[in-house]
């Protein structure tokens, strides 16, 4: 199946501070990609959607100006936590898709945010 | 809104038998997708199966398959020859054509030996 890769696989961040998650398509063009948090032991809570060269859609909830998403290419989506602080910690994962009207989605293998 | 409910937080399965995890959803389409995923400890999550709601047959992974009920609004997944890999957070989810995922909340599965 394709490839989706997540960087970095875990980072620890000093409070205040802002860190970048990259979401990279390997071998398919993500036309869009899914951002979730996954707190332990429960399910993924879709944060956004973003497709290619427009804005992301925030589910309901979630700040936009404290998770800033960019999908500037269709391999590559970032997420922002900006201003991060304790209760930001958490798992991180991004899937993509490749078009608009597939069903198939791929996921990164997650990264671990820790705020101190 | 679709909904996705799987009632079994935990099960817990003997290795090398058989066990069967359950899916409910809640949706007016007629047109859909269902998936099972499986995150192990990696919390890498690994497509397990998917089914398309035109289709009656069931479908079948090797060891994995489905009893797809679409009038019922039921999609559970057997297990079959459980082995100790097997041991992972299971999740139900729905898709429409197009459309993000709505999972369910997550069954943990417990392979003993």
């Known amino acids: 199946g394709a490839v989706v890769s997540q960087h970095p696989s875990w980072v620890i961040c000093k409070s205040g501070t802002s860190v970048k998650i990259e979401c990279r398509s390997l071998?398919?063009?993500?036309?869009?990609m899914f951002w979730y948090r996954q707190f332990p032991k429960q399910s993924l809570m879709l944060m956004a959607t973003?497709?290619?060269?427009?804005?992301?859609?925030?589910e309901q909830g979630v700040e936009k100006d404290k998770f800033l998403i960019n999908h500037a290419s269709l391999t590559l989506s970032t997420l922002t936590v900006t201003s991060a602080h304790p209760e930001d910690s958490s798992f991180y994962i991004c899937?993509?898709?490749?078009?608009?009207?597939?069903?198939?989605?791929?996921f990164g293998q997650g990264t671990r945010l820790t705020v101190v | 809104a679709q909904t996705v409910t799987q009632s079994q937080p935990e099960m817990s399965v003997q290795e090398a038998e058989t066990v069967t995890l359950s899916c409910t959803y809640d949706?007016?389409?007629?047109?859909?997708?269902l998936f099972w995923y499986k995150q192990p400890p990696s919390r890498q999550m690994i497509l397990v199966i998917r089914?398309?709601?035109?289709?009656?047959q069931n479908a079948t992974e090797n060891r994995f398959s489905v009893n797809f009920q679409k009038a019922a609004k039921s999609f559970s997944l057997k297990i079959s020859d459980s082995q100790l890999g097997d041991a992972a957070m299971y999740f139900c989810?729905?898709?429409?054509?197009?459309?993000?995922?709505?999972f369910g909340a997550g069954t943990i599965l417990r392979v003993k030996s």
């Open positions: 071998d398919f063009q993500a036309t869009t």
């Open positions: 089914q398309e709601a035109y289709k009656q």
């Open positions: 949706t007016s389409e007629s047109d859909y997708y």
């Open positions: 973003s497709n290619e060269g427009s804005k992301a859609t925030y």
């Open positions: 989810a729905y898709n429409e054509y197009g459309n993000k995922l709505v």
């Open positions: 899937s993509a898709r490749e078009g608009h009207m597939n069903t198939e989605a791929f």
